[in-house]
């Protein structure tokens, strides 16, 4: 149903500046109509082109166990525009549920009925988009991250478009490499060539970062052409002796990335970890966990790029 659709830059990072208020998950371009911001994710491969009344309109993916996250500047309104996908066999009347949270905290729940639409998926797909569904959710000052996914046992996917009032601009993500990798792969996808360093339980991977600064872990478990359905997996962050992080994720095949130099193995949806780095140098490890249904996981770190400019201006200097 979806459309089918960079090398590292430094090693060690820096920064001397708090960091602004970023979308997690955000292009550096966001797209902009009639007064209002669109935040688009970093990975498009989840993209979902709807042609409504003449026009095409990018929504994105969303599932009971694959949510969409963003972070969003407060004080804001956010608005969520969203279209169940209704499959062959579905009911033409469907009722589902929209939760968004922020850690633990569900700041909204809304649960609504819908019709199968009359738009339809670019490119044509046997899946037809629902009636669209509004939601909006006031968000306090500050930086939120947040979670939206979708509840339910009818429908096991959604497209959702969101947007805040006004012009804003979120921070550009640069990548950083590990200190030692292991085997580098390249992901196709959207168009991008987009490099990934592999990782599993015995052979992790380690980043230098100054903060303070946010870093990204991007991470795509490796499926090969046998494993099929929803994986589980692992992704542990330490720093030293200490765990600053251990995220339980739940992926399945992409249908629009392939590692175009490691055609054995098909990476799964793009999943992000979100580690805040206080001031000083840091080297976080990275490591596939015990535990994970995939012998082989695909990551790659990101920071914004103005604290990788910032640090290489402290350099020259």
């Known amino acids: 149903m979806r459309s089918p659709g960079v090398a590292p830059r430094v090693l060690a990072v820096g920064a001397s500046v708090a960091l602004a208020l970023t979308v997690a998950t955000a292009s550096p371009h966001p797209a902009r109509a009639e007064g209002r911001t669109y935040l688009v994710p970093e990975d498009e491969s989840d993209a979902l082109p709807i042609l409504i009344d003449g026009k095409v309109r990018t929504y994105y993916a969303i599932g009971v166990d ?8 407060g004080p804001t309104t956010l608005t969520l525009l969203v279209r169940l ?27 609504t009925t819908t019709r199968r639409g009359d738009d339809a998926f670019v490119p044509l797909s046997p899946n037809a988009p629902g009636r669209s569904r509004k939601l909006s959710v006031e968000i306090p000052q500050g930086s939120h991250t947040l979670t939206i996914a979708l509840l339910g046992d009818v429908a096991k996917e959604a497209a959702v478009r969101v947007s805040i009032p006004g012009e804003y601009r979120a921070d550009e993500y640069a990548s950083i490499a590990p200190l030692d990798p292991r085997e580098t792969v390249t992901a196709l996808a959207a168009e991008k060539q987009i490099a990934y360093y592999l990782v599993d339980t015995g052979s992790p991977l380690t980043v230098r970062v100054v903060g303070p600064t946010r870093l990204r872990v991007l991470s795509r478990l490796t499926f090969d052409e046998g494993l099929r359905g929803k994986r589980r997996y692992i992704l542990r962050v330490e720093e030293g002796e200490r765990l600053v992080r251990e995220d339980a994720l739940l992926t399945t095949r992409s249908t629009s990335v392939v590692f175009s130099d490691r055609l054995d193995l098909v990476p799964g949806k793009d999943k992000v970890t979100l580690i805040e780095v206080p001031g000083g140098v840091h080297r976080y490890t990275v490591r596939l966990g015990a535990g994970s249904e995939s012998r082989l996981a695909a990551v790659r770190f990101t920071i914004p790029r103005r604290d990788l400019d910032k640090s290489a201006a402290n350099v020259r200097r």
């Open 66 to 73: 694959d949510p969409l996250r963003i972070d969003v500047p």
């Open 85 to 111: 996908v209704f499959t062959p066999g579905m009911p033409d009347t469907a009722a589902y549920g929209i939760v968004v949270s922020e850690r633990s905290t569900v700041l909204k729940k809304h649960w």
